[in-house]
């Protein structure tokens, strides 16, 4: 049996730093539940001393999760650690994650510490946390640009403290493959007890090298990778968890390795990241972008009709890409339904089908055909839990070449309704100029984007919304065939999810 590759994703501490990648405590749990049922080893919660809600929210998914690792982060002192423990401890596995710099740049000009201190430090952090755990992982920030026998030293140190799990990153992407194999070639070779731990890797992709200076770790010998659903994270991003694991299987000849995923999860974990995060996914992004695995040219699509083999190194099935084959019609029962919504991976309880069926038959009446895509976005929607402080009951807009946009719009909020129009630079400024007249609540719009859910003139619209209400950015998106009902669902989304925010604090 191959060796196994841990996988240790840190979408909701690493990604979730990334600008305009924040989830609220309910949105993350979800994208844990589905990690989980991705069979990831190891989900990193996030940084519970960063803030109050941190904190709850890391508590929160430590104790949702079962299966997988839980890790909260701290920096190598004792209140981070001790914060770090008091969020996690809840979990079936806990694990604490301790960072600290070790190249000079970073020792000099942000932590001011000399290489002897930093030891102390990071041996001390060691200690401390494995009064709380067995399972303490260690970070080398900055590995890369790190002195060799300075790390080569630390590592040995905190290995002899205790650590179980040895973590080397790329923190500013700086690396190249050749480069990240020398490293992990030679802490092997120069740290007498390295044996004792499992060799980590976490790549940012500045050059945009995170995915092969990570396959390049593992030849080396890191066991376990770092990475990110859809490579989110600091600038340019993480390594891709996604792009690792099916080069790990797609090139089992060139890496003899294996990791838990549940392929299959891979797509529906990616769309569910972006739909949370309004974190568009590129068409051309490998594995789960639109156009991972459509045939444009003539001569591609010859070859692909007459074997797969010749264009196909992995098949949209292997990472559960939804087959575009009509599902059902309008006058499929719920049977049906729910049969297609499990052959998709859906497991939905009574309500849920409930809704999910009055939303399809809202859908068979103005689209003949109701693909497994549309299956999937109306799932999505479904699925999420936002308090529907405000909910759309009614909608007209006006616009046109040589006329001012008006909307008319009726929300609903507890048992009361109002009804209120204005006018807009366009359908879409107009609706959501009445929904904060209605609402009382301005938000600054910052990004605004439409695509259709599946090809074809009647598709249906997903909209996603960056909407800056006070303080907080908050994301939201909508459905519907109608574009502009999309975009004012949206909205309302945003506004709802930032209410329930509000809410809690
Ligand atoms: O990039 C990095 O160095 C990190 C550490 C905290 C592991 O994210
Ligand atoms: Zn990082």
Same mark, same amino acid.
């Given at each position: *049996?191959?060796?196994?590759?841990?996988?240790?994703?840190?979408?909701?501490?690493?990604?979730?730093?990334? &600008?305009? #990648?924040?989830?609220?405590?309910?949105?993350?749990?979800? *994208?844990?539940?589905?990690?989980?049922?991705?069979?990831?080893?190891?989900?990193?919660?996030?940084?519970?001393?960063?803030?109050?809600?941190?904190?709850?929210?890391?508590?929160?998914?430590?104790?949702?999760?079962?299966?997988?690792?839980?890790?909260?982060?701290?920096?190598?002192?004792?209140?981070?650690? $001790?914060?770090?423990?008091?969020?996690?401890?809840?979990?079936?596995?806990?694990?604490?994650?301790?960072?600290?710099?070790?190249?000079?740049?970073?020792?000099?000009?942000?932590?001011?510490?000399?290489?002897?201190?930093?030891?102390? $430090?990071?041996?001390?952090?060691?200690?401390?946390?494995?009064?709380?755990?067995?399972?303490?992982?260690?970070?080398?920030?900055?590995?890369?640009?790190?002195?060799?026998?300075?790390?080569?030293?630390?590592?040995? /140190?905190?290995?002899?403290?205790?650590?179980?799990?040895?973590?080397?990153?790329?923190?500013?992407?700086?690396?190249? &493959?050749?480069?990240?194999?020398?490293?992990?070639? %030679?802490?092997?070779?120069?740290? &007498?007890?390295?044996?004792?731990?499992?060799?980590?890797?976490?790549?940012?992709? =500045?050059?945009? *090298?995170?995915?092969? !200076?990570?396959?390049?770790?593992?030849?080396?010998?890191?066991?376990?990778?770092?990475?990110?659903? !859809?490579?989110?994270?600091?600038? #340019?991003? !993480?390594?891709?968890?996604?792009?690792?694991?099916?080069?790990?299987?797609?090139?089992? =000849?060139?890496? &003899?390795?294996?990791?838990?995923?549940?392929?299959?999860?891979?797509?529906?974990?990616?769309?569910?990241?972006?739909?949370?995060?309004?974190?568009?996914?590129?068409?051309?992004?490998?594995?789960?972008?639109? !156009?991972?695995? /459509?045939?444009?040219?003539?001569?591609?699509?010859?070859?692909?009709?007459?074997? /797969?083999?010749?264009?196909?190194? *992995?098949?949209?099935?292997?990472?559960?890409?939804?087959?575009?084959?009509?599902?059902?019609?309008?006058?499929?029962? %719920?049977?049906?339904?729910?049969?297609?919504?499990? /052959?998709?991976?859906?497991?939905?309880?009574? $309500?849920?089908?409930?809704?999910?069926?009055?939303?399809?038959?809202?859908? +068979?009446?103005?689209?003949?055909?109701?693909?497994?895509?549309?299956?999937?976005?109306?799932?999505?929607?479904?699925?999420?839990?936002?308090?529907?402080?405000?909910?759309?009951?009614?909608?007209?807009?006006?616009?046109?070449?040589?006329?001012?946009?008006?909307?008319?719009?009726?929300?609903?909020?507890?048992?009361?309704?109002?009804?209120?129009?204005?006018?807009?630079?366009?359908?879409?400024? +107009?609706?959501?100029?009445?929904?904060?007249?209605?609402?009382?609540?301005?938000?600054?719009?910052?990004?605004?984007?439409?695509? #259709?859910?599946?090809?074809?003139? =009647?598709?249906?619209?997903?909209?996603?919304?960056?909407?800056?209400?006070?303080?907080?950015?908050?994301?939201?998106?909508?459905?519907?065939?109608?574009?502009?009902?999309?975009?004012?669902?949206?909205?309302?989304?945003?506004?709802?999810?930032?209410?329930?925010?509000?809410?809690?604090?």
């Amino acid at each position: *049996m191959a060796e196994q590759v841990y996988i240790f994703d840190t979408t909701l501490r690493d990604g979730e730093q990334s &600008p305009g #990648a924040s989830m609220t405590t309910d949105e993350k749990i979800r *994208m844990a539940l589905q990690l989980e049922r991705l069979g990831v080893d190891v989900i990193e919660a996030g940084f519970p001393i960063a803030s109050p809600g941190e904190f709850e929210s890391v508590q929160k998914i430590a104790s949702s999760l079962k299966n997988v690792t839980v890790a909260g982060l701290a920096r190598a002192n004792k209140a981070d650690i $001790d914060a770090a423990w008091n969020a996690i401890k809840v979990a079936a596995h806990p694990r604490l994650h301790i960072f600290i710099a070790t190249s000079d740049i970073h020792l000099k000009y942000k932590l001011k510490r000399t290489r002897e201190q930093v030891l102390e $430090d990071a041996v001390g952090a060691v200690k401390h946390a494995l009064q709380f755990t067995g399972d303490v992982e260690f970070s080398a920030e900055d590995a890369t640009r790190s002195d060799i026998d300075y790390l080569c030293q630390i590592v040995k /140190a905190v290995i002899e403290a205790g650590a179980s799990v040895v973590n080397l990153p790329d923190t500013v992407g700086y690396s190249i &493959p050749a480069e990240i194999g020398a490293l992990f070639r %030679k802490i092997r070779e120069n740290v &007498p007890n390295i044996d004792r731990v499992i060799l980590s890797t976490h790549c940012h992709n =500045d050059l945009g *090298m995170a995915v092969a !200076n990570s396959l390049a770790a593992v030849r080396f010998g890191a066991r376990q990778v770092e990475c990110t659903v !859809n490579g989110i994270g600091e600038r #340019a991003g !993480n390594a891709s968890l996604e792009e690792i694991v099916m080069a790990i299987r797609t090139r089992e =000849d060139q890496l &003899p390795f294996h990791t838990n995923i549940s392929s299959r999860e891979i797509y529906k974990t990616s769309k569910l990241l972006g739909t949370l995060t309004g974190l568009a996914i590129p068409r051309n992004k490998p594995i789960v972008g639109k !156009n991972a695995f /459509a045939h444009e040219s003539g001569v591609h699509q010859d070859g692909v009709i007459k074997s /797969a083999l010749t264009y196909e190194i *992995m098949t949209p099935d292997s990472v559960g890409v939804p087959q575009s084959s009509i599902v059902l019609g309008k006058h499929s029962g %719920k049977h049906g339904l729910r049969a297609r919504c499990e /052959a998709i991976g859906f497991k939905l309880g009574e $309500d849920e089908l409930k809704e999910v069926y009055n939303k399809f038959i809202d859908l +068979a009446d103005k689209k003949k055909e109701v693909t497994d895509e549309d299956l999937v976005a109306i799932v999505e929607d479904v699925l999420d839990l936002v308090e529907q402080v405000y909910q759309l009951e009614y909608l007209q807009t006006t616009s046109g070449s040589n006329t001012k946009a008006t909307a008319t719009v009726q929300l609903k909020s507890n048992s009361n309704s109002v009804l209120d129009s204005n006018v807009g630079d366009g359908p879409v400024d +107009a609706t959501y100029k009445t929904i904060e007249r209605i609402t009382g609540i301005t938000g600054r719009l910052l990004e605004y984007s439409i695509n #259709a859910v599946t090809i074809g003139k =009647d598709a249906m619209g997903e909209a996603f919304v960056k909407v800056r209400f006070q303080d907080d950015t908050v994301a939201g998106h909508g459905l519907s065939t109608d574009v502009i009902e999309a975009s004012a669902k949206a909205y309302l989304n945003a506004l709802n999810k930032w209410l329930s925010l509000g809410k809690r604090k």
